[in-house]
């Protein structure tokens, strides 16, 4: 299984931000593709879910309302966008996946900086 991510960068505080998750090598849609940050200095921590199979979502308290996770239709891609961006927001971000939702998924990428700066 590769997961790989895209899309982090240098926001301004108030802005959005979309991130990609392309996965690829299982061989049906039984599987989750978790979201996870961790900021300097801090644990990893997770933020939301997408079940694969049935688009069903999760995520932390600490992120609903801002964080939105969508699988692209017909594609082995999920999105997380992010809304309203706060500095404490900064963090390196990864996709994970898994055959069900979990902290500690299998299969990780390889992260993306995600700042946010004025």
């Known amino acids: 299984v590769k997961v790989v991510e895209s899309g982090g960068g240098l926001v301004q505080p108030g802005g959005s931000l979309r991130l990609s998750c392309s996965v690829s090598?299982?061989?049906?849609?039984?599987?989750?593709i978790g979201w996870f940050r961790q900021a300097p200095g801090k644990a990893r921590e997770g933020v939301g879910c997408?079940?694969?199979?049935?688009?069903?979502?999760f995520y932390d308290d600490s992120v609903k309302g801002r964080f939105t996770i969508s699988r692209d239709n017909g594609k082995n891609t999920v999105s997380l966008e992010i809304s309203n961006l706060r500095t404490e927001d900064t963090a390196v971000y990864y996709c994970?996946?898994?055959?069900?939702?979990?902290?500690?998924?299998?299969?990780w990428g390889q992260g993306t900086q995600v700042t946010v700066s004025s």
């Open positions: 997408i079940f694969i199979s049935d688009n069903q979502t």
């Open positions: 090598g299982f061989t049906s849609d039984d599987y989750a």
């Open positions: 994970a996946a898994d055959r069900g939702c979990s902290l500690t998924p299998a299969w």
